[in-house]
């Protein structure tokens, strides 16, 4: 005859623990984040020289004065409009904040549960 489960064993379990999950999904999307970004800026950096060439084309300036405060082509510059950065930071701190919280409310539940005595 089997017995149905204590509810204090299961409740022991770390895949229930909502800090778990969100350390997981965390992880991965800051590991997703620093795998995808070099291709990202370099794809991002294509698009910005693209916006940045057509406002340039769109400016109306006089035909006798060359511009002095742009160049005459857009050049490339290593800073994107649109950086991913803020988004690994996010994503590290949403990490860092689950991963101790999950820690602390392990150690707190070990500390609640009685200590078994094993027979030896």
């Known amino acids: 005859m089997t017995s149905a489960p204590n509810p204090s064993q299961h409740s022991g379990r770390l895949l229930d623990s909502p800090w778990f ?25 294509i698009i910005e020289y693209k916006y940045r060439a057509d406002q340039a084309r769109g400016r109306p300036q006089a035909a006798d004065q060359p511009p002095h405060d742009q160049p005459a082509s857009p050049g490339p510059t290593d800073e994107l409009l649109i950086p991913l950065w803020p988004l690994v930071v996010l994503s590290a701190v949403v ?21 078994r005595e094993v027979p030896g």
């Open 95 to 115: 990490f860092a904040a689950s991963l101790a919280a999950l820690v602390l409310s392990r150690r707190k539940q070990s500390l609640r549960q009685p200590r």
């Open 21 to 45: 999950w969100l350390t997981l999904f965390s992880a991965t999307g800051l590991a997703a984040l620093l795998l995808i970004g070099p291709k990202y800026a370099q794809r991002q950096r």
